[in-house]
């Protein structure tokens, strides 16, 4: 069975390349979401929902039970396919990515949120200055912050927008069915994260009835800052008995 990843915001497909250099098995595959680097369905809203959606349909097509895993939104989205069609999940590993009643969106979220300054954040944005945010509140290295801001479109923009509107309650909606999963679970997180405290992860991590909380000693993009050690997790993972 192969292993998927899945990336967040603002990324693509390129944020798990670190990672992947330092995995053994092959048969990895990262993909992109619609709007991040990806072709947008048609009639696709780029809801929450609709994201759910399309991974469960790209996972039927599999045509096995995989090893997922995301980061961020990634980590968000496959924890509620985790809970929806655990027939499609062998494994699941997630991080940096809040599915609590009680997390407060962070300050740029809540921007993104707002129909005015969300639209004039997205039309003022200019990729020099938004690597440099990454790389000062974020600590991404400046090669991977200058590549995904560069990587930030209009339909990411449009996109990005859309999602975060749609998930303003979307940790008091879909914790609950965090107890329908039955993959067992790796919860990995950056513990300098302050968009996303590791609190969040000390909670999903009993929710999800985590095998083991892998706290990392970095910010929020765990895959871009210690890529070895988010591996050397996966492939832990991965690798235990069934």
């Keep these: 069975m192969p292993a998927i990843l899945i990336?967040?915001?603002?990324?693509?497909?390129?944020?798990w390349n670190?990672?992947?250099?330092?995995?053994?098995?092959?048969?990895?595959?990262?993909?992109?979401?619609?709007?991040?680097?990806?072709?947008?369905?048609?009639?696709?809203?780029?809801?929450?929902e609709e994201y759910v959606d399309w991974l469960i349909e790209r996972l039927e097509r599999?045509?096995?039970?995989?090893?997922?895993?995301?980061?961020?939104?990634?980590?968000?989205?496959?924890?509620?396919?985790?809970?929806?069609r655990p027939d499609l999940v062998r494994t699941w590993a997630g991080g940096n990515g809040p599915v609590s009643a009680r997390y407060v969106w962070h300050p740029l979220a809540k921007i993104w949120q707002d129909q005015v300054e969300g639209d004039r954040y997205m039309n003022e944005l200019e990729p020099a200055s938004f690597a440099h945010d990454l790389m000062t509140g974020f600590d991404v290295p400046a090669g991977p912050a200058e590549e995904m801001a560069g990587h930030v479109d209009g339909p990411m923009k449009d996109s990005i927008l859309k999602l975060y509107r749609s998930a303003l309650t979307v940790g008091a909606e879909w914790e609950p069915a965090l107890a329908d999963v039955s993959a067992p679970a790796l919860v990995f997180?950056?513990?300098?994260?302050?968009?996303?405290?590791?609190?969040?992860?000390?909670?999903?991590?009993?929710?999800m009835r985590?095998?083991?909380?892998?706290?990392?000693?970095?910010?929020?993009?765990?895959?871009l800052q210690k890529p070895a050690e988010v591996a050397a997790a996966l492939e832990a993972h991965w690798n235990q008995p069934e």
């Excluded at 985590?210 to 895959?223: E, F, I, K, M, Q």
């Design 62 to 84: 599999v045509g096995e039970p995989v090893d997922l895993a995301g980061h961020d939104w990634g980590c968000i989205l496959t924890a509620r396919v985790a809970s929806l």
């Design 210 to 223: 985590a095998s083991r909380l892998l706290g990392l000693d970095c910010n929020h993009w765990t895959v």
């Design 18 to 48: 670190g990672v992947r250099q330092h995995l053994t098995r092959t048969d990895v595959e990262a993909w992109d979401l619609p709007g991040f680097g990806a072709a947008l369905p048609p009639g696709f809203g780029s809801t929450k």
């Design 7 to 15: 990336h967040g915001v603002p990324d693509t497909h390129r944020v």
């Design 189 to 207: 997180w950056g513990v300098l994260d302050p968009a996303v405290p590791i609190e969040f992860g000390e909670r999903l991590a009993p929710a």
